[in-house]
C-alpha cells in the first residue's frame, strides 16, 4: 500500500539526514521525498511517499517518532486528503505538432510556460497518477526531459498538522 | 542577597565543557587526548573535580563508560580526538545503542573552517555515528556548550537510554575566547517527551488477562534493569505465583535462587524456559524486545499465548512478534500501577490450574537442569564458573566477552540482583569484558568485580592490563582458556563437519608472564585440584588484578541450544540428545 508521510520536523543540518539514513538502514523505500520550511522557519515539513503492509508502515512512523527532532507526524493516507505533485515537461514540437500538444496540455489543464522554435515547456499539477496519465497521452511526442517536484499533501477539512 | 554578585563566570568553551560535566555529576571520564581536544585536555588539567581516565585505546574508554552506566545506571562519559580517535570509539558506541546504555561521547573535530576539506584528521563523525546513536550534535557557537552538555545528558538518560555524540571543532574551545557559564537547570524539547507512564485503561486489560491465564510466564529483559524496576516486577511476580525468566540482558532483574525463577530463555535458555515460553497462554513481556536470539523461528513462536507487552520504546512493541496488549511506558510506574491495581481487587489466579503449571514446570525441570558431563582429564568451564560464584558469594560484578564463556557465565553464575551481569548482549562485541570490569571496578573499588572471558575476546583488549595497573584496578580476569574461538568452533561442530576454519588459536601468549609483565599477578590452571587454591589466593588479594588462566575442556559446547528454525522449545540438549 502507498502511504503518503508528513512530518514536522526541527529545520536544524542533520535532521534530513537522519530521516533519509532511516530509510536505508532499515530497508525502508521512498517513492518520493520533498522538504523544505513552513511559515515557521524553525520548523520544516517533509512529506514522503512510501510502500509498505500495515506492520512496515506502523514501524516505519514509529521510528520517524524517535528521532529527535521529529516534532510530529501524520499518516495523510489514513483520512481524506489532497495531493499534489507539479511537474515540468520539455517536449520537442514540430510545427504539425504544435496543436495537439497544446490541446493536451489543455485537457490536462497544463500551461504552456516556456517556448522555443522548437519545444514546448509545460507545466501540470496534480496527483502523481494525473502527472503519469499526461505523461501517457504524450505519446508520440518526444519527451526531452521532465522534472517533478514530489508528492506534497495537506488532511482535507478542518483537521491539521501543526504545532 | 541581592543578585548583583551573581555575575556569571567567563570561561572558555574548553573550560564550560569540563565545569558543565562536573555541573552533571561527573566524576570521571574516560578518554586519549590528540589534537583536536588538546585544548579541552589542558582546562581538564586545571581543575580537580572531573577526574580523566587515561586508556590505552579510545574502545577501552567507550567500553569503560558504558559498564559504569550499566552498573550505576548514569550515564558514561567518552573524551577522544577527531578522525582516528572517534573512529576507534564507533565498536564502544555500538555497543553501548544496541543494549540501550546511557553514555555521552564528547569527540573533537577539527576547526570549522576545515570541516569539508579532508583537513588531518577530518572525519564526519556525525555521519559515522549517525546509525548507532541515539542522537549526535555539534557544537556551532562555544555559548552553546553547556546547554548541549545538558541536552546530551537528557537524551542519553531518558526514555530508553542510548549514546550521544557530541562532536566538537576545536575553534569552540580556543582557550582565550571566554563567555558567560551557566549551565542550565532543566530542559525541555518540543519534539522530544520521553516519559510515558503507561495507559491506566491497557494496565487494567493486562492485568485482568493476567489474571485469567492459566499457563502464564512473566518474561522480563534489560528495560527492567534500566528502568530500575527489579523490586516491582519481584513483589508483582511473587503475589501472582507466576513463573518468572529473564533475558541474557535481564539476568539479576529477578533473582535466580527464587524458586519461581525458570532460567534464562532464548537460544542457550534453559530447557524449562523455553518450554513454559513455548506452551504459555499468557506472556507478560516486561521491557524485553523478542529479540532473534530469544524467540528462534517466529513463525513458529508460542502459537497459543496472548501477548502483553510493556516497553518504553513504541518502535520495540509488535516489531517482530505482535502484541495483543502493548503498553507503552516506562516499566516502572506501569509495575506500580499494576500492584496498586492489584492491590485494591484482592485478586489471584485460578489456584488450580496454575497449580497443575508449577507441576508441569517441575518436571521441565527435570528434563536437562543445566546439568553438564564430567571429564576426567579436563577441567569443565561450567565447573569453574560455579565455584568462581562460590568464591565470591554470588555478590560479584561480573562482566564478559563475548563467545562459549560468556554462555557458560550466564547459565551458571546465578544472579540475584541487577547491575551486576555486564555483557555486551545486542552487538556481541569481543574485547567488552577487561575494560568493562575496569569501569566497574573504579566507581565501586571495595566490590569484586570478575571478567569472564576467552583467549580470543581477552586479546582483542589485553592492552588494558597497562591501565588496570596505572589506576590500580584490582580486578579478577577468569580467562576460560579453550585455545578456540569456542563459540565458532562450536557452530563448526554442528554444521561445518568440524572443519575448524581458523577458529584454533595458535600461539597464545603465556598469559601468566603477560600478566606479571604488566605489573600484575598471574595464576595458571591446567588440573582441576588447582582450581580452588587458585581462586582461594586470587581472591586473597584484594586490591591485585590477578589473572587466571584457566585452561578448559577444548570440546565443550555450550547446551542447551536451540535449534535453529524451530520453535523456541526445539533444543539441542547436548551433542547426543535432542528435544
Ligand atoms: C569483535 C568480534 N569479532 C568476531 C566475533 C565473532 N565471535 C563470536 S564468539 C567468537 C569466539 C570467541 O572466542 P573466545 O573469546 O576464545 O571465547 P570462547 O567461545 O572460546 O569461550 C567469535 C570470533 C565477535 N563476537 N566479536
Ligand atoms: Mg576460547
Known amino acids: 500500500m502507498r502511504h503518503i508521510l508528513s512530518v514536522l520536523l526541527e529545520n536544524e543540518s542533520g535532521a534530513l539526514a537522519r530521516v533519509v539514513g532511516l530509510f536505508a538502514q532499515r530497508g525502508y523505500n521512498i517513492d518520493s521525498l520533498t522538504v523544505a520550511a513552513t511559515e515557521d522557519p524553525t520548523i520544516s515539513r517533509l512529506t514522503l511517499v512510501t510502500r509498505g503492509d500495515d506492520q512496515v508502515i506502523e514501524q516505519i512512523t514509529k521510528q520517524l517518532h524517535k528521532l529527535i527532532e521529529v516534532v510530529k507526524l501524520a499518516d495523510l493516507s489514513e483520512s481524506a486528503h489532497i495531493e499534489r505533485e507539479l511537474m515540468m515537461v520539455k517536449v520537442k514540437t514540430t510545427a504539425e505538432q504544435r496543436e495537439e500538444v497544446k490541446r493536451c496540455a489543455d485537457i490536462f489543464r497544463g500551461q504552456i510556460i516556456d517556448i522555443t522554435a522548437n519545444t514546448y515547456t509545460i507545466q501540470v499539477v496534480g496527483t502523481s497518477d494525473k502527472l503519469e496519465a499526461f505523461i501517457q497521452a504524450l505519446n508520440g511526442t518526444q519527451i526531452l526531459e521532465t522534472v517533478r517536484s514530489g508528492v506534497s499533501g495537506i488532511s482535507r477539512g478542518e483537521r491539521t498538522l501543526s504545532l | ?579
Open chain 2, 1 to 579: 542577597m541581592t543578585s548583583q554578585n551573581t555575575q556569571p563566570e567567563l570561561l572558555s568553551g574548553g573550560a564550560m565543557l569540563i565545569r558543565a560535566l562536573a555541573d552533571e555529576g561527573v566524576e570521571y571520564v574516560y578518554g586519549y587526548p590528540g589534537g583536536a581536544v588538546l585544548h579541552i585536555y589542558d582546562a581538564m588539567f586545571q581543575q580537580h573535580q572531573v577526574k580523566h581516565v587515561l586508556v590505552r585505546h579510545e574502545q577501552a574508554a567507550t567500553h569503560m563508560a558504558d559498564a559504569y552506566a550499566r552498573a550505576s545506571g548514569k550515564a558514561g562519559v567518552v573524551l577522544v580526538t577527531s578522525g582516528p580517535g572517534a573512529t576507534n570509539a564507533v565498536t564502544g558506541i555500538a555497543t553501548a545503542y544496541m543494549d540501550s546504555i546511557p553514555m555521552v561521547v564528547i569527540c573533537g573535530q577539527v576547526m570549522s573552517h576545515l570541516i569539508g576539506d579532508d583537513a588531518f584528521q577530518e572525519t564526519d563523525m556525525l555521519g559515522i555515528s549517525r546509525p548507532i546513536v541515539k542522537h549526535n550534535m555539534s557544537v556551532r557557537r562555544p555559548e552553546d556548550i553547556p546547554y548541549l552538555v545538558k541536552k546530551a545528558f537528557y537524551i542519553a538518560q531518558s526514555g530508553r537510554p542510548g549514546p550521544v555524540v557530541l562532536d566538537i571543532p576545536k575553534d569552540m574551545t580556543i582557550p582565550s575566547q571566554k563567555f558567560p557559564y551557566e549551565y542550565p537547570k532543566d530542559i525541555k524539547l518540543r519534539s522530544y517527551n520521553p516519559n510515558a507512564k503507561g495507559h491506566p485503561g491497557q494496565i487494567k486489560k493486562a492485568l485482568t488477562t493476567l489474571l485469567a491465564a492459566k499457563k502464564p510466564v512473566l518474561y522480563a529483559g534489560g528495560g527492567v534493569i534500566l528502568g530500575q524496576a527489579s523490586e516491582e516486577l519481584t513483589v508483582l511476580a511473587r503475589k501472582l505465583n507466576v513463573p518468572v525468566t529473564n533475558t541474557l540482558m535481564g539476568l539479576g532483574a529477578y533473582p535466580a535462587s527464587d524458586p519461581q525463577f525458570i532460567g534464562m530463555l532464548g537460544m542457550h535458555g534453559s530447557y524449562e524456559a523455553n518450554q513454559v515460553m513455548h506452551n504459555a497462554d499468557v506472556i507478560f513481556a516486561v521491557g524485553a524486545r523478542f529479540d532473534d536470539r530469544v524467540t528462534n523461528a517466529t513463525k513458529k513462536f508460542c502459537p497459543n499465548a496472548t501477548i502483553i507487552h510493556i516497553d518504553i520504546d513504541p518502535a520495540s512493541i509488535s516489531k517482530t512478534i505482535n502484541a495483543h496488549i502493548p503498553i507503552v511506558g516506562l516499566v516502572k510506574p506501569v509495575l506500580q500501577e499494576m500492584l496498586h491495581q492489584l492491590e485494591k481487587n484482592k485478586s489471584e489466579l485460578d489456584k488450580d490450574a496454575l497449580g497443575q503449571w508449577w507441576q508441569q514446570i517441575k518436571q521441565w525441570r527435570e528434563v536437562h537442569g543445566g546439568r553438564y558431563d564430567q571429564s576426567p582429564s579436563h577441567l569443565k568451564p561450567q565447573a569453574v564458573i560455579e565455584a568462581v560464584h562460590r568464591h565470591t558469594k554470588g555478590d560479584a560484578y561480573v562482566t564478559s566477552d563475548v563467545g562459549q564463556h560468556q554462555m557458560f557465565a550466564a547459565q551458571y553464575y546465578k544472579f540475584d540482583k541487577p547491575n551486576r551481569w555486564i555483557n555486551s548482549g545486542g552487538l556481541g562485541t569481543m574485547g567488552f569484558g577487561l575494560p568493562a570490569a575496569m569501569g566497574v571496578k573504579l566507581h565501586y573499588p571495595d566490590a569484586e568485580v570478575v571478567c569472564v572471558t576467552g583467549e580470543g575476546s581477552i586479546q582483542m583488549n589485553i592492552q588494558e592490563l597497562s591501565t588496570c595497573k596505572q589506576y590500580g584496578l584490582g580486578v579478577k580476569i577468569i580467562n576460560l582458556n579453550n585455545g578456540y574461538l569456542g563459540m565458532v568452533k562450536q557452530w563448526q561442530d554442528m554444521n561445518y563437519d568440524s572443519r575448524y576454519s581458523s577458529s584454533y588459536m595458535d600461539s597464545l601468549p603465556d598469559f601468566v608472564k603477560l600478566a606479571e609483565a604488566y605489573g600484575h599477578v598471574g595464576i595458571r590452571v591446567t588440573k582441576a585440584e588447582e582450581l580452588e587454591p587458585a581462586l582461594e589466593r586470587a581472591f586473597a588479594l584484594k586490591d591485585k588484578l590477578v589473572f587466571l588462566d584457566i585452561h578448559v575442556d577444548p570440546t565443550e559446547h555450550v547446551y542447551p541450544m536451540q535449534i535453529p528454525g524451530g520453535a523456541m522449545n526445539e533444543m539441542f540438549l547436548s551433542k547426543t540428545e535432542r528435544t
